[in-house]
Structure formats: structure tokens, C-alpha cells
């Protein structure tokens, strides 16, 4: 089992930059992802960026340009985004994705507002 321990998120005002950071207890045997998605109310749970063991990345159209993802080290990822919009207000979900599992953490709320 994996559990994750993530910070930062909150209020942020419009225009304005956060940094999400996930670390997770454990590293499973072989390749992974790890990455972000968020839920906003009413929709469905979507990808915001994600990097493999090997170091490519992927982001949502939506972040291109203005996030990027980052590992401090096989245990820890960080999400950095900039130029925010009320848009992007939703909860964040740290994500592991191994060949056989999914795991997420328990969320973080981030809220664009002025």
C-alpha cells in the first residue's frame, strides 16, 4: 500500500502561482507515474500533469505552458503552476500509477479567487 503526503494549495488569487508537493511512502517495484489530477465540482476527475521513473512528462492541455512537474527525488513530486485562473479551482489528487495499481492521496483543495 502507498500513502502520500501532500502540501501546499489554498487560496490563491487570480493571476497569482502556486507549488503542490507530494511525497510518497513507499517506492514500488518497477516503472511508475506519478502525477496530479483534479476534480473540480460537478466534473469528472482530470489529468494535470504526470512524469514517469524515466522523466517524461505529460500535461493537460489547459496547464501547457504555464505548469511544470518536477521530482525532488524517486519519493517526491512537485506541480508548479503559474497564471491562475478561478478556472483552475478544484481539489488536487497526488497520483501513483504503477503497471498493476492506482493510488491517491487524499486531495487539497485550491481555490482561485481575489
Known amino acids: 500500500q502507498v500513502t502520500f503526503v501532500q502540501s501546499g494549495g489554498g487560496l490563491v488569487q487570480p493571476g497569482g502561482s502556486l507549488r503542490l508537493s507530494c511525497r510518497a511512502s513507499t517506492i514500488p517495484n518497477g516503472d511508475f507515474e506519478m502525477g496530479w489530477y483534479r476534480q473540480a465540482p460537478g466534473k469528472q476527475r482530470e489529468l494535470v500533469a504526470s512524469?514517469?521513473?524515466?522523466?517524461?512528462t505529460d500535461y493537460a492541455d489547459f496547464v501547457k505552458g504555464r505548469a511544470f512537474i518536477d521530482r525532488d527525488n524517486s519519493l517526491s513530486v512537485n506541480l508548479h503552476m503559474n497564471n491562475l485562473h478561478p478556472n483552475d479551482t478544484a481539489v488536487y489528487y497526488c497520483?501513483?500509477?504503477?503497471?498493476?495499481?492506482?493510488?491517491w492521496g487524499q486531495g487539497t483543495q485550491v481555490t482561485v479567487a481575489s
Open positions: 512524469i514517469s521513473t524515466r522523466g517524461q
Open positions: 497520483n501513483m500509477k504503477t503497471l498493476s495499481r492506482t493510488y
